[in-house]
């Protein structure tokens, strides 16, 4: 008899907790949610997210969904409810609370190939006590001293290897450039080596493996890659323990910096090397690339640069013929080079070498009419605003001019750790190749 009394009790508790859960959520204001569709049971529009589309425009995905449902709308893509958003306020909002409101929040697949430590995919303090024992290396001082140094020596090397009328790939000419930096710049790894050429190799194999589709089955590019990363990390740690059995002192490159003056665990720096190497190589190369390809179509912008570059090439001649010896370009050549600048910002505005980010919503969180639910996956389109006709005019075109009349306003920055790295690349690349 008690037992039934003791059930029929528990029932009823049960019953009281849910009737006073549902008056909850109906005095509960209901979320104003973005229009749109969230598409296939499980798949949702990943798939037609993710088609492949040229890099100066937005996709048709995009397209379609703006036009139908404005700048702000629902979807669900990579597993997860998500808020796309196109809007240059609401992306600027999500930027400007990161941390506060908004979290990275890259797919598992990511994670699972770059690192649980990568830099990519760490939040909170990890992140932020990451990203400043790197900026401590890269200080604007080493920027000054050795960055340009080492950019200015490879720039020649690649160039040297180029032959009159012969014909090459930019591609393939940017991504041996950038990678021999960064090998060099984090590892103090010499071009043409064989242990530099064997991790390019498996770096290659890696990098097809973190674009290819997330599927751990023998044969597939993603098995591959892990593979190939494997071998990376047991290269970097055999780099690492030879420095602490030599006890090298030399801070010349950021694997021995960040060895002596940092308390990470050995599988943290792992992490963080191939993450930065990953970050340096790809935005770069791909950066340099894209300009190549938008200058050949626009002869005023090469003459221009052209004529900048003459200008301090012959100042430089005159030091040169006074002194006897040979000169640098320097961090005030890299000044003057305004014009240069503007190329670099028209670039990276049309190419969108980051088109969106991954965000996560750590809170509630109402932006104008519109509720982003608390878990949600956020995603600001970078590449969205960049060709935005609202906040640029023809933005289609290449019109490296625009930024000498007009203040960035609007414009969102690319985030990129490798920024500065990016602009002293583009530095001696234009010098050597215009000049």
Known sequence: MWDNLGVEFTLFLVCLSLIFLNLCKRKQKPLNLPPGSMGWPFLGETIAYLKPYTANTIGEFMEQHISRYGKIYKSHLFGEPTIVSADAGLNRFILQNEGKLFECSYPRSIGGILGKWSMLVLVGEMHRDMRIISLNFLSNSRLKTHLLREVEKHTLLVLSKWTHNSVISAQDESKKFTFNLMAEHIMSLEPGKPETEQLKREYITFMKGVVSAPLNFPGTAYRRALQSRSIILRFIERKMEERIE???????????????????????????????????????????????????????????????????????????????????????????????????????????????????????????????????????????????????????????????????????????????ILYSIFFFFFFFFFF
Not at 254 to 261: R, S
Not at 367 to 380: F, T
């Open 246 to 420: 030599k006890k090298v002192e030399e801070e010349d490159d950021l694997l021995g910096w960040v060895v002596k003056n940092s308390d990470l665990s050995k599988e943290q720096i792992l992490d963080l090397v191939l993450s930065l190497l990953f970050a340096g190589h790809e935005t770069s190369s791909v950066a340099i690339s894209l300009a190549i390809y938008f200058l050949q179509a626009c002869p005023s912008a090469v003459q221009q640069l052209r004529e900048e570059h003459i200008e301090i090439a012959m100042a430089k001649r005159e030091t040169q013929t006074e002194t006897g010896e040979a000169v640098e370009l320097s961090w005030d050549d890299y000044k003057k080079m305004e014009f240069t600048q503007c190329v670099i910002s028209e670039t990276l505005r049309l190419g969108n070498v980051v088109r969106f980010l991954h965000r996560k919503a750590l809170k509630d969180v109402r932006y104008k009419e519109y509720d982003i639910p608390c878990g949600w996956k956020v995603l600001p389109v970078i590449a969205a605003v960049h060709l935005d006709p609202t906040l640029y005019e023809q933005p289609w075109h290449f019109n490296p001019w625009r930024w000498q009349v007009r203040l960035s306003l609007h414009i969102l920055p690319l985030f990129c750790f490798f920024l500065s």
